[in-house]
């Protein structure tokens, strides 16, 4: 260092050392956080669905609606093209088992898609690693749409029946 009006000024080479010693200090930091938010533990799952609206790599995974990991990929599956696949990881220990079922869910009304797993049986067989999860699918937008669409119709001819009968009343 070499002293100027009584301070003493870093190097070049002080300053360099610095950034250099600060810049590794992150890389550690953001590889030990990544590991470890992203799972170092985690196993892989698969399941299908006919109807996977607004899934993607990275929606959350729910086990008993706790969060246990991540879809990791969405495909159309080459053995069945009327099946979508859903390749995901969950958390390593989460007790999937042959009764748990994935479904299309979401934490709220408002919140993003999600998979939902529920717990299963006490007595039923874990699931090995890269084994298919039971799926069961659940209405889509469109079905809702078009039951209520059906129902509206009924209810307009209901009261249609009920005031000719009631004029004959």
Known sequence: ???????????????GAFVIGRS??????????????LGRHVTSYKTYL????GVAAGTDVLFGGIAVGRVTAVRSWADDPTQIE???????????????????GAVSLMSAP?????TGARDAP??????????EETASIDDMTRK??????????????????????
Do not use: C, H, W
Request: no cysteine; proline share 4%; hydrophobic share 45%.
């Open 148 to 169: 209520l669409s059906g129902i509206a119709d009924n209810a307009t001819l209901l009261m249609t029946q009920v005031q000719g009968e009631l004029k004959g009343i």
């Open 24 to 37: 590794l200090l992150l890389a550690v930091t953001i590889s030990f956080v990544g590991n470890d938010q």
């Open 86 to 104: 859903i390749l995901l990881t969950v958390k390593e220990g989460t007790p999937l088992n042959a009764k748990s079922v994935a479904r299309l």
């Open 50 to 53: 006919r109807y996977a609206g």
């Open 126 to 135: 874990r699931l090995s690693v890269g084994q298919a999860i039971p799926s």
């Open 1 to 15: 260092a070499v002293p100027r009006r009584g301070r003493i000024v870093p190097t070049e080479t002080q300053g």
């Open 114 to 118: 999600a998979i939902s797993i529920t």
